[in-house]
T-cell receptor, first 113, second 113 residues
């Protein structure tokens, strides 16, 4: 089962900041927090990931709570092209040493012109 | 440019037939994954492989088979034992565990007719 909890949907206006929350209260010390987004009929696209410290890249910023039980993906100025389903995922180190990403249903972001 | 190629983009299958979906990557990634996505749902893991000639079942492996004879290739066969194969299939790959993101292909949409 997915180890993260996200709102089903969020709405934003174009050129405004968007804060997408994610709860992961059972996160372990070695779990990385990953964010991906998916446009309709396309494969997910990597957005950002982090472990403990806040992270920035050209697409977004990732703010991680001090206790690591929650995180927030920040899109600084939403555009219409940012409308997608956003997935918050923990890299799951399964028994035996193999890894896999476990996806929940994500947050569907709507951006209004 | 490096990436993952999935083919075909659309595939139609008659009931009772086996069909093979192709996934090729030129990213020199070690691990490869197959996911299934149903309308309005998140991704569910079918199979994954960390190294050549080794693979593990995911959460919904029944009715599917895979092989990993080459690092670059991870084909998925949807067998006649899969009772509800109509779905969007996504292939992904990544480098070693932990600090790397995953790259996804653009998907194959399989329809049983």
């Amino acid at each position: 089962d997915a180890k993260t909890t996200q709102p089903n949907s969020m709405e934003s206006n174009e050129e405004e900041p968007v804060h997408l929350p994610c709860n992961h209260s059972t996160i372990s010390g070695t779990d990385y927090i990953h964010w991906y987004r998916q446009l309709p009929s396309q494969g997910p696209e990597y957005v950002i990931h982090g472990l403990t410290s806040n992270v920035n890249n050209r697409m977004a910023s990732l703010a991680i709570a001090e206790d690591r039980k929650s995180s927030t993906l920040i899109l600084h100025r939403a555009t219409l092209r940012d409308a997608a389903v956003y997935y918050c995922i923990l890299r799951d180190l399964t028994q035996g040493g193999s890894e896999k990403l476990v996806f929940g249903k994500g947050t569907k972001l709507t951006v209004n012109p | 440019d490096g990436g993952i190629t999935q083919s075909p983009k659309y595939l139609f299958r008659k009931e009772g037939q086996n069909v093979t979906l192709s996934c090729e990557q030129n990213l020199n990634h070690d691990a490869m994954y197959w996911y299934r996505q149903d309308p309005g749902q998140g991704l569910r893991l079918i199979y994954y492989s960390q190294i050549v000639n080794d693979f593990q079942k995911g959460d919904i492996a029944e009715g599917y088979s895979v092989s990993r004879e080459k690092k670059e290739s991870f084909p998925l066969t949807v067998t006649s034992a899969q009772k509800n194969p109509t779905a969007f299939y996504l292939c992904a790959s990544t480098r070693d565990r932990g600090s790397y993101g995953y790259t996804f292909g653009s998907g194959t949409r399989l329809t049983v007719v």
